[in-house]
């Protein structure tokens, strides 16, 4: 059974670093592309972050290039997100999935951005 | 960015009833292999996201053969036939044929 488990969500003050977890299982982490989705209260989905199954490649959104970072661990079968200079209009549910489909989904991790 | 244009915003629908979501792109979403990249996902109240249809049409894992997808460009339908009521929640469509966005969502209400 694939699972993606996200960790490291939590208050954190304007201008400030968090970094986010998603632990893989059940499936051959090093095969696939990943992904970082976020949705902010009560509104709809926003991509965020991919990175290529081996992690030569990222992508990012426009609002968060130059301060976000996607990374990977494919011997310890886990996605990143290191987010700096973090700003209200961070504030989210930041949910890892698999990319390609978005096939499977974490459960999410609410990261709120505030003073 | 491509923009993904749902709906209607709710809809409310009586059980073992049938209803069609709409979905239109910005931009064609053939890529340049031909395939488009047309996603459904259905979002429950409390949980996270779930795939229901990849490329079009293709029920991805499990998914009653109750829903189903069809378009072609940028017009694409999500339908639902016999309801029940596990299937309310907020539908959401996404185009993954270039940077992935998605629409902001449809609500389905059992009367």
């Known amino acids: 059974e694939v699972q993606l488990v996200e960790s490291g969500g939590g208050l954190v003050q304007p201008g400030r670093s968090m970094k986010l977890s998603c632990a893989a299982s059940g499936f051959t982490f090093s095969n696939y592309g990943m992904a970082w989705v976020r949705q902010a209260p009560t509104k709809g989905l926003e991509w965020v972050a991919t990175i290529s199954y081996d992690g030569s490649s990222t992508y990012y959104r426009d609002s968060v290039k130059g301060r976000f970072t996607i990374s990977r661990d494919n011997a310890k079968s886990t996605l990143y997100l290191q987010m700096n200079s973090l700003r209200s209009e961070d504030t989210a549910t930041y949910y890892c999935?698999?990319?390609?489909?978005?096939?499977?989904w974490g459960q999410g991790v609410m990261v709120t951005v505030s003073s | 960015d491509v923009v993904m244009t749902q709906t209607p915003v709710s809809l409310s629908v009586s059980l073992g009833g049938q209803v069609s979501i709409s979905c239109r792109s910005s931009?064609?979403?053939?890529?340049?292999?031909?395939?488009?990249?047309l996603s459904w996902y259905l979002q429950k109240p409390g949980q996270s996201p779930q795939l229901l249809i990849y490329k079009v049409s293709n029920r991805f894992s499990g998914i009653s053969d109750r829903f189903s997808g069809s378009g072609s460009g940028t017009d694409f339908t999500l339908k639902i036939s016999r309801v029940e009521p596990d299937d309310l929640g907020v539908y959401y469509c996404g185009q993954g044929t270039q940077y992935p966005t998605f629409g902001s969502g449809t609500k389905l209400e059992i009367k």
């Open positions: 931009q064609s979403l053939v890529h340049n292999n031909g395939n488009t990249y």
């Open positions: 999935t698999r990319y390609g489909y978005f096939d499977y």
